[in-house]
């Protein structure tokens, strides 16, 4: 096969390479839009404002929220089943958020305030969570 089918030939995939990639930034940006309007601080404003805190837990989360994502672009019969996989790991990351917080009630306020203990928590149990919903996505 000569250079340039070669690469034709390697090229082929793009078209679904760009459409997957692109759903993944839609769904990262919705993601990110909805859970920062569950929380009751601006996380991107404490980012800002240097509070290592807010950037731990919200980073963490997204890594929660891309697992099984990444599982759903990978195994999904079609984009729109990837989407429909990316909304359940959305509402799982949700539900961890209210979660973590009953035996740490005042979690919101403590990340307001800087400490790292419980955006460490928030932020690993947003993880674990996350890597649990990725292995369960038998699609």
């Known amino acids: 096969m000569s250079g340039p089918n070669m690469i034709l030939q390697s090229l082929a995939g793009l078209p679904a390479f760009l459409v997957y990639f692109c759903t993944a930034l ?5 993601y990110l839009f909805i859970y ?3 929380t009751p ?3 991107f404003q404490l980012i800002r404002d240097n509070h290592p805190s807010a950037a731990i837990a919200l ?6 929220f891309t697992l ?4 759903a672009i990978a195994h999904s019969a079609n984009v ?19 979660l973590v917080r009953i035996p740490v009630p005042d979690l919101a306020q403590r990340i307001v305030a800087g400490e790292l203990a419980s955006a ?13 919903n990725a292995a369960s996505m038998i699609i």
């Open 59 to 64: 980073g963490l989360s997204l890594l929660g």
């Open 68 to 71: 099984p994502l990444v599982s």
């Open 41 to 43: 601080y601006n996380e």
């Open 120 to 132: 460490i928590w928030l932020g690993l149990a947003s993880l674990s969570a996350g890597a649990l």
């Open 36 to 38: 920062t309007r569950v």
């Open 26 to 30: 839609f769904a990262v940006t919705a």
């Open 80 to 98: 729109l089943d990837c989407l429909i996989w990316a909304l359940v790991a959305l509402i799982v990351q949700v539900i961890v958020y209210y």
